[in-house]
């Protein structure tokens, strides 16, 4: 798993890195001081993790995770216990507060580890081909794994550890984070649209400046997500005003 430091304190950067050295499995490709070094990272990198500070210089953490369209798996690092709240509405894996104890750096990782996808060769991510109608992906399902078309999927709601998935014909709830299904789903079929939704664009049926209505289910809009839907929806031809 590779791993990137963003941190303007020397010691705590010395620190995580001293921690990341002792796990078999983390590799740590860069340690950053701003988010201007940190963007360049992520461009450059495959990135599956970042250790976050939030109070840096000109740019926040919090303020660099907001825009990244499709970040990486987050634990913040801080010395402030005030953003909790505001941390996990993005999804965070853990919130860890400065000192961190190798046991504490220990148990958000396993979290980490825990919510990683199976990985059954009946599970690879998903057969995407060049006709959307065919393309389908597997879904733990209990002690099974259930095929679903795309073109069926209407919404996905997170459950914290687990997603729910509602289909035109079903519901299947399956061990996955919401996050994991928003790097691999097509972007131009699929939209993040609250911390804890994920539409599918064709399924859009009216909408309001707060909510979307899909058939039967009305699903809101996240403040966060609110400039990001307003563009997706214009890049579809849909009129969508966002004050």
């Known amino acids: 798993m590779n791993c990137l430091i963003i941190d303007d304190e020397p010691l705590a950067t010395d620190l995580l890195r001293s921690y990341v050295q002792r796990v078999e499995g983390l590799q740590l490709i860069r340690c950053c001081a701003n988010a201007v070094e ?3 990272a992520l461009r450059a990198n495959q990135i599956d993790l970042i250790f976050l500070d939030i109070q840096m210089p000109k740019i926040t953490g919090i303020d660099l995770l907001k825009s990244l369209a499709k ?3 987050v634990i913040f690092t ?6 909790a709240v505001e941390a996990f509405d993005l999804d965070v894996i853990d919130y860890l507060v400065k000192p961190i104890p190798f046991e504490r750096f220990l148990r958000a990782l396993s979290k980490v580890y825990s919510i990683q996808p199976p990985q059954d060769p009946a599970a690879n991510d998903y057969n995407l081909l060049h006709d959307f109608d065919a393309s389908y992906i597997f879904l733990r399902a209990e002690r099974e ?3 679903v ?6 919404y996905i709601e997170s459950l914290r550890d687990y997603v729910r998935v509602k289909t035109i014909d079903k519901e299947i709830i399956s061990y996955n ?3 994991y299904l928003e790097q691999k789903l ?11 939704y994920m539409v599918a664009l064709d399924r859009i049926l009216s909408f309001t400046p707060t909510a979307l209505r899909l058939r039967d289910q009305t699903i ?3 403040r966060n997500y609110k400039n990001e839907t307003c563009r997706a929806l214009n890049r579809n031809n849909i009129l969508f005003e966002s004050t």
């Not at 078309?149 to 209407?154: A, E, F, M, N, R």
């Not at 097509?186 to 804890?196: A, C, D, I, Q, T």
């Open 38 to 40: 940190a963007m360049a």
């Open 71 to 73: 970040p990486p798996k």
């Open 78 to 83: 801080t010395a402030f216990r005030d953003y």
């Open 145 to 147: 794994m259930v095929k």
């Open 149 to 154: 078309y795309l073109k069926d999927i209407v």
């Open 177 to 179: 984070r919401i996050g």
């Open 186 to 196: 097509p972007e131009n079929k699929f939209l993040r649209v609250h911390r804890s």
């Open 220 to 222: 809101p809009i996240g």
